[in-house]
């Protein structure tokens, strides 16, 4: 009997477990920044090359790049035509001199055109081959020579 009591009263004072989404995010001024989660327990980095998936409510391993923000004011894009069929021409216009970095990739982040130097002053035109790939959205990334993409240009190739 005083087992059973026991029993009874304990019962009204545990309860389950119950899990929420819940985050508490970011902390910062206008220099610093802190990232912290409160509980949680599983997230997942993968990597594959130069590209990096993360899972979970919080991201761990966030990098900052810092990006030429003058080099849109420095440099005028132009990626024609777009659509493209065989042939797509990227031209760089600019004001002084830049060594760029230029490849192609697929929207999985496939490199169909591997990153090949560019350097740049007035104007530079690059042309790119297309017939060997199939349909489908690419894009054309522009990046200094650490290979930090600057820029990126979308297009399509049709048949």
Request: aromatic share 8%; charged share 20%; no cysteine.
């Amino acid at each position: 009997m005083i087992f059973s009591l026991y029993l009874f009263f304990l019962g009204g004072i545990i309860s389950a477990q119950s899990l929420s989404r819940q985050v508490i995010g970011s902390l910062g001024g206008v220099k610093s920044e802190l990232s912290f989660t409160v509980g949680e327990s599983v997230i997942n980095t993968g990597q594959s090359g130069s590209f990096i998936l993360t899972q979970g409510f919080h991201q761990s391993n966030q990098n900052s790049v810092n990006i030429d923000k003058d080099l849109e004011a420095l440099v005028n894009f132009k990626l024609f035509p777009n659509p493209a069929k065989d042939l797509i021409n990227l031209e760089l216009q600019t004001s002084r001199p830049l060594n760029l970095q230029v490849s192609i990739i697929d929207i999985r982040g496939r490199e169909i055109h591997p990153a090949s130097p560019m350097e740049v002053f007035e104007i530079e035109r690059k042309s790119f081959d297309l017939s060997n790939i199939s349909s489908g959205i690419y894009v054309v990334q522009i990046m200094n020579q650490k290979g930090q993409v600057l820029h990126s240009l979308k297009f399509k190739r049709v048949d």
